[in-house]
């Protein structure tokens, strides 16, 4: 029983002593840009209303909206189009995103020339 209880315990202090799963960095979250606007404080219902819009354009998209996260940069791009956006910049210019086809028409049409990738 103490070789089990022993045992036990080096894995749980092992298992917590490496950082654990960290969120992912606040730029990748997706803000819409005229929330405060369109979602006052002073509405008592400013959380649903914002849930609520946040669910349809993702879902719209295709994106699931609990994660708030797609690897395909033509639904990311449709969400930026309903005026949402990523606190770190344009989807496109992220590094992940960077090499991808659809983004690089995108950056063609709409980036800076000397523009780099983020994240």
Same mark, same amino acid.
């Given at each position: 029983?103490?070789?089990?209880?022993?045992?036990?315990?080096?894995?749980?202090?092992?298992?917590?002593?490496?950082?654990?799963?960290? &969120?992912?960095?606040?730029?990748?979250?997706?803000?819409?840009?005229?929330?405060?606007?369109?979602? &006052?404080?002073? #509405?008592?219902?400013?959380? $649903?209303?914002?849930?609520?819009?946040?669910?349809?354009?993702?879902? #719209?998209?295709?994106?699931?909206?609990? $994660?708030?996260?797609?690897?395909? &940069?033509?639904?990311?791009?449709?969400?930026?189009?309903?005026?949402?956006?990523?606190?770190?910049?344009?989807?496109?210019?992220?590094?992940?995103?960077?090499?991808?086809?659809?983004?690089?028409?995108?950056?063609?049409?709409?980036?800076?020339?000397?523009?780099?990738?983020?994240?």
């Amino acid at each position: 029983m103490k070789v089990l209880f022993s045992i036990f315990l080096i894995l749980i202090l092992s298992g917590c002593s490496f950082g654990g799963f960290k &969120p992912a960095p606040p730029y990748y979250h997706w803000r819409l840009h005229n929330a405060d606007a369109l979602f &006052p404080e002073s #509405d008592p219902n400013v959380l $649903t209303k914002y849930v609520g819009r946040r669910k349809k354009d993702m879902s #719209d998209c295709g994106m699931d909206f609990v $994660t708030g996260e797609s690897d395909n &940069p033509e639904v990311n791009l449709c969400l930026e189009s309903k005026g949402w956006y990523l606190e770190g910049g344009p989807v496109c210019e992220e590094r992940t995103m960077w090499n991808r086809p659809a983004c690089i028409q995108w950056r063609k049409k709409h980036s800076k020339p000397d523009a780099k990738p983020w994240g």
